[in-house]
């Protein structure tokens, strides 16, 4: 039992080197800090938060936060210039999607980041479910 | 069953664990928002992990594979699937609908096959636990004492 105890320990201690390296230099390393915001923050940015809806055109068009912009992952290169030209380097983006569970602002925020390179991008923490639950 | 068939099944979960941590290791980020999709752990908790849990699956499943530092690693097998089994259980109760990301960003299999094949893997790694820790044979035993000297 100790040797199995020993091995363990070593398979567990010998992870922590690349892990770090990772941490390090690994070109899609995350960021320490997380880019979640909760609909309470994100409104008390007031004018300075542009609000971009990843959810589906049905979404969209059934309901959306007034003066968001629409940017789906199905129509990316229609819809990203109207954010891009909607967009100062004195605003900050908040995507959010349907709910909690919900994948897409993430990945549209992600690709904001990556490939428009645009500062300041945020996920709205529970997605159009809270910003609902918020207007009660 | 014998030996050689165990070890069989021991590089196969090694193989599974391999392949699933170097998937995870291209994009560690990606890696982070699927567990903190999970919601147990806050995002500094879930950039932690996204770090250190693909390397612990790569030298856990080298281990299977080469048959080095077995015992341990076959205890961390269970133990790492036992946690996905919580953790990946307790979602939907939970309300949430997460992509696993067993292998990679955006993996999903549907809630019930992976809880099902992640929990025969388990009793596998269970069961080849318990045939590690079977006593030996007094014959065998014998056998190894006059080896050693």
């Given at each position: 039992m100790s040797l199995a105890i020993r091995q363990c320990l070593t398979i567990l201690l010998l992870a922590v080197i690349p892990a770090i390296g990772t941490g390090v230099w690994h070109p899609k390393r995350p960021s320490w800090q997380s880019d979640e915001v909760t609909v309470a923050v994100a409104r008390s940015w007031g004018a300075s938060a542009l609000w971009v809806d990843a959810r589906a055109d049905a979404d969209f068009e059934n309901g959306h936060i007034p003066g968001a912009l629409p940017l789906n992952e199905e129509r990316w290169d229609d819809l990203l210039p109207g954010v891009v030209d909607a967009w100062d380097p004195g605003r900050k983006i908040v995507v959010y999607c349907s709910?909690?569970?919900?994948?897409t602002s993430r990945d549209v925020a992600r690709r904001l980041r990556e490939?428009?390179?645009?500062?300041n991008v945020f996920v709205l923490q529970g997605g159009w479910e809270a910003w609902e639950a918020a207007q009660k | 069953m014998s030996r050689s068939s165990q070890r069989i099944i021991a590089a196969g979960i090694g193989v599974i664990f391999l392949i699933a941590g170097m998937m995870k290791v291209l994009d560690p980020a990606a890696f982070a928002v699927d567990i903190l999709n999970?919601?147990?752990?806050?995002w500094t908790g879930a950039v932690a992990l996204a770090l250190y849990l693909p390397w612990v699956e790569i030298f856990c499943g080298a281990a299977l594979v080469l048959h080095r530092g077995y015992r341990g690693a076959l205890c961390i097998a269970a133990g790492l699937f036992a946690m996905f089994i919580g953790a990946y259980g307790s979602t939907r109760p939970r309300g949430l609908d997460v992509a696993?990301?067993?292998?990679?960003?955006?993996?999903?299999?549907g809630y019930w096959p992976l809880l099902i094949g992640d929990g025969l893997l388990l009793a596998a790694t269970l069961w080849l636990l318990k045939a590690e820790f079977r006593p030996l044979s007094p014959v065998i035993r014998a056998g190894r004492e006059e080896r050693a000297g």
């Amino acid at each position: 039992m100790s040797l199995a105890i020993r091995q363990c320990l070593t398979i567990l201690l010998l992870a922590v080197i690349p892990a770090i390296g990772t941490g390090v230099w690994h070109p899609k390393r995350p960021s320490w800090q997380s880019d979640e915001v909760t609909v309470a923050v994100a409104r008390s940015w007031g004018a300075s938060a542009l609000w971009v809806d990843a959810r589906a055109d049905a979404d969209f068009e059934n309901g959306h936060i007034p003066g968001a912009l629409p940017l789906n992952e199905e129509r990316w290169d229609d819809l990203l210039p109207g954010v891009v030209d909607a967009w100062d380097p004195g605003r900050k983006i908040v995507v959010y999607c349907s709910s909690l569970s919900c994948q897409t602002s993430r990945d549209v925020a992600r690709r904001l980041r990556e490939e428009v390179s645009l500062p300041n991008v945020f996920v709205l923490q529970g997605g159009w479910e809270a910003w609902e639950a918020a207007q009660k | 069953m014998s030996r050689s068939s165990q070890r069989i099944i021991a590089a196969g979960i090694g193989v599974i664990f391999l392949i699933a941590g170097m998937m995870k290791v291209l994009d560690p980020a990606a890696f982070a928002v699927d567990i903190l999709n999970y919601r147990i752990l806050p995002w500094t908790g879930a950039v932690a992990l996204a770090l250190y849990l693909p390397w612990v699956e790569i030298f856990c499943g080298a281990a299977l594979v080469l048959h080095r530092g077995y015992r341990g690693a076959l205890c961390i097998a269970a133990g790492l699937f036992a946690m996905f089994i919580g953790a990946y259980g307790s979602t939907r109760p939970r309300g949430l609908d997460v992509a696993c990301g067993c292998f990679g960003h955006g993996a999903h299999r549907g809630y019930w096959p992976l809880l099902i094949g992640d929990g025969l893997l388990l009793a596998a790694t269970l069961w080849l636990l318990k045939a590690e820790f079977r006593p030996l044979s007094p014959v065998i035993r014998a056998g190894r004492e006059e080896r050693a000297g």
